[in-house]
């Protein structure tokens, strides 16, 4: 019974859900990522820190855990056990680690509930605090550490230690005597269906959470929703591509982009110069990848770009256990994926570049 419901009722709901939450709107989305960035520069400290850092400089950013109680519904369960050997790579390798928001699943979940059977992700997060290198930004599901009177306590009884939770940060590279801005936020910011819509929250607690729980249904698959995902991304590109000399990294659609392309897309452009040159194994590989994501057949999602300055770090809480974030160390910023084998949690890098072609006189408005 539970397999022909998830048949007849995932898709539907999905559509509702869609069709009566409200869609990122461009000019409220490009405001509240102005005023964030500039309130930011001229009060750090209060909404969001600014680190000056170098080549030397380590950084991993991942976002999206959505951390759950255990149940059916819980995104994170399958992940988890690629985040805590991330964590564990990253803290023993000296990294700095910013988590972009929706660490918790607050929509769905009691805080206290979460905090009780998340205690080791917890404990892998608070190495990085004890080096004065944890960076902790909220977003649109876990909003309860900005705006709940008691957070700062729990956060203390969590991490042992008192510790700001930010809405942003700016991280500053010199490079070829430029000063390079890399502008990090959760990215729902201006979005009504994830900033302070009462729909959405009243939907996912009251009626996406208990049908997701009793179908076991996980929608962070590669190809689920990729028109809004792609659409929310573009409007986070095209703030990005009128700045000066600075970068955007995000989460919140779970969809990872690099360069301003989603890595589906990368993946099928590759795919379509591999088969016009006859490179046979390139193209086994590249469709071994789609078919391994489940996403045989789909079209590519199109971001439109001139500059390669946005990125999203993807999420902690795919379908099949793997996670996404963004590596800055170096001197390069890298696309990650971390997932299960024979062997372990592994580290896969899928794109990289050198921070040098984010700067204005090497990457050109178009």
């Known amino acids: 019974m539970r397999k022909l419901l998830q048949k007849l009722l995932t898709d539907l709901v999905i559509r509702l859900a869609n069709k009566y939450s409200s869609r990122p709107d461009v000019a409220r989305v490009q405001e509240a990522l102005t005023a964030l960035y500039n309130k930011i520069q001229l009060e750090p400290g209060k909404r969001g820190v600014i680190l000056d850092l170098d080549k030397s400089s380590k950084v991993i950013i991942f976002s999206d855990q959505h951390k759950g109680s255990r149940n059916y519904s819980d995104d994170f369960a399958l992940s988890e056990k690629n985040y805590l050997a991330a964590l564990n790579y990253y803290n023993a390798e000296n990294f700095m680690y910013c988590n972009l928001g ?3 699943e607050l929509w769905k979940n009691q805080l206290l509930t979460v905090l009780k059977v998340n205690k080791a992700t917890f404990e892998a997060e608070k190495q990085f605090l004890k080096r004065s290198a944890f960076i902790k930004l909220f977003g649109n599901h876990d909003l309860y550490w900005d ?28 490079i070829k005597d430029t000063l390079l801005s890399i ?6 910011q201006g979005d009504l269906q994830s900033d302070g819509n009462w729909f959405s929250k009243w939907f996912v607690s009251n009626v996406w959470a208990p049908f997701q729980s009793y179908l076991r249904i996980n ?4 190809a689920f929703n990729n028109q809004l995902k792609s659409a929310h991304n573009a409007i986070m590109y095209s703030w990005t591509a009128k700045q000066s000399n600075l970068a955007l990294i995000t989460g919140h659609t779970h969809q990872p982009v690099f ?37 045989s057949g789909e079209k590519s999602p199109r971001i439109e770009h001139s500059k390669n300055t946005y990125f999203n770090s993807g ?6 256990g793997d996670i996404t974030g963004i590596e800055i160390s170096d001197g390069m910023i890298r696309l990650i994926k971390w997932k299960s084998t024979d062997n372990g949690s592994q580290r896969i890098v899928l794109e990289e570049a050198n921070l040098e072609v984010l700067l204005d006189e090497i990457n050109p408005v178009l």
């Open 102 to 104: 929706d660490s918790e």
């Open 147 to 174: 705006n709940d009177p008691l957070a700062w306590f729990q956060i203390k009884r969590v991490y042992g230690e008192k510790m700001p939770i930010y809405e942003g940060a700016i991280f500053r590279y010199k």
């Open 183 to 188: 502008f990090l936020t959760h990215g729902h």
């Open 219 to 222: 929608p962070n698959t590669p």
């Open 259 to 295: 360069n301003s392309l989603t890595h589906l897309e990368r993946v099928f452009i590759q795919l379509e110069a591999a088969k016009k040159s006859g490179d046979k194994d390139t193209i086994q590989k590249l469709e071994g990848e789609l078919l391994a994501g489940k996403v």
């Open 315 to 320: 999420c902690c809480c795919f379908s099949d």
